[in-house]
C-alpha cells in the first residue's frame, strides 16, 4: 500500500492522468478490497475507472469495472441482511457493472473465446443466481 500510494502522489504531481496512475488506483482498490476497506476500494476504483475511460483504454477499463462490481457483491455477502433493500441495491450495482464489462470485453473479443470474457459470463452467472434469477444465471 505504501508503495503504491507514494507512486499515486508522484504521479499526481505531475498532472498526468496516465495509463500508470488508473493502474495505481486500481491496485490500491484491489488493497483495500483484500483488507475490507469497501469505501476506500470503491472510490480507489472509480477513480481507476474515470482514468481509464478518458485514455480510452477499452481492456483495462473493463478489469477495472469488474473489479468495482465483485466489490459490490463482495460487500452485499457480508450484508446481515442479504435480500433487504440496501443489499439487493449493491446487487444490482454489481450486475450493472458486470453488464458494462461483458460488453467491453464482448466488443473487444468480437466473438473469439477469451478468457476475461468467460470470467465476465461467469461473475454475472453469479450475481443472477444471487438474485435469484436462475434462467438469467444459467444464461451467463
Given at each position: 500500500?505504501?508503495?503504491?500510494?507514494?507512486?499515486?502522489?508522484?504521479i499526481e504531481l505531475q498532472e498526468n492522468d496516465?495509463?500508470?496512475?488508473?493502474?495505481?488506483?486500481?491496485?490500491?482498490?484491489?488493497?483495500?478490497?483484500?483488507?475490507?476497506?469497501?469505501?476506500?476500494?470503491?472510490?480507489?476504483?472509480?477513480?481507476?475507472?474515470?482514468?481509464?475511460?478518458?485514455?480510452?483504454?477499452?481492456?483495462?477499463?473493463?478489469?477495472?469495472?469488474?473489479?468495482?462490481?465483485?466489490?459490490?457483491?463482495?460487500?452485499?455477502?457480508?450484508?446481515?441482511?442479504?435480500?433487504?433493500?440496501?443489499?439487493?441495491?449493491?446487487?444490482?450495482?454489481?450486475?450493472?457493472?458486470?453488464?458494462?464489462?461483458?460488453?467491453?470485453?464482448?466488443?473487444?473479443?468480437?466473438?473469439?473465446?477469451?478468457?476475461?470474457?468467460?470470467?465476465?459470463?461467469?461473475?454475472?452467472?453469479?450475481?443472477?443466481?444471487?438474485?435469484?434469477?436462475?434462467?438469467d444465471a444459467e444464461y451467463y
Amino acid at each position: 500500500m505504501e508503495y503504491v500510494s507514494r507512486c499515486i502522489k508522484i504521479i499526481e504531481l505531475q498532472e498526468n492522468d496516465s495509463e500508470l496512475l488508473g493502474s495505481a488506483y486500481n491496485h490500491r482498490g484491489y488493497i483495500y478490497y483484500y483488507i475490507f476497506e469497501d469505501e476506500k476500494a470503491e472510490e480507489s476504483y472509480k477513480k481507476a475507472y474515470l482514468i481509464r475511460k478518458k485514455l480510452k483504454n477499452k481492456k483495462l477499463l473493463a478489469q477495472t469495472v469488474t473489479n468495482l462490481g465483485l466489490l459490490y457483491q463482495g460487500m452485499w455477502k457480508t450484508n446481515k441482511e442479504p435480500m433487504s433493500q440496501e443489499a439487493v441495491k449493491l446487487l444490482e450495482a454489481s450486475a450493472q457493472c458486470q453488464r458494462e464489462a461483458i460488453g467491453i470485453f464482448e466488443e473487444i473479443f468480437d466473438g473469439k473465446i477469451h478468457p476475461n470474457l468467460a470470467s465476465a459470463y461467469n461473475n454475472m452467472a453469479e450475481l443472477q443466481n444471487s438474485l435469484q434469477r436462475f434462467e438469467d444465471a444459467e444464461y451467463y
